[in-house]
């Protein structure tokens, strides 16, 4: 019996420092976007212009080595079944 209410109470010490921590990372990430929207709010439209132009220059930097790895991936693919036959 004993060793019953030792293991619910570890389990109940156990869950409220797990929601301790939970509402720790709550509370972080409302702060956080907070800061965040605060600063967003400052950015002139020259700003904001400039952070579309670099995530476009950096999407279309990105997608050509996604493309000539297909494109390697699917050269690999049928060089194999070819082998096949």
Do not use: C, F
């Not at 019953?4 to 409220?16: G, P, V, W």
């Not at 990430?29 to 907070?34: I, N, P, Y």
């Not at 929207?37 to 476009?56: C, G, P």
Request: charged share 45%.
């Amino acid at each position: 019996m004993n060793r019953a209410i030792d293991r619910l109470k570890d389990e109940q010490a156990r869950l409220r420092a797990e929601r301790k921590r939970v509402a720790k990372e709550l509370k972080n990430a409302s702060k956080r976007k907070t800061r965040l929207r605060k600063r967003a709010r400052q950015l002139s439209n020259e700003d904001l212009l400039a952070v579309l132009i670099m995530r476009r220059s950096d999407t279309q930097s990105v997608e050509p080595a996604a493309t000539e790895d297909a494109a390697s991936t699917r050269t690999r693919v049928n060089a194999d079944d070819a082998g096949e036959d």
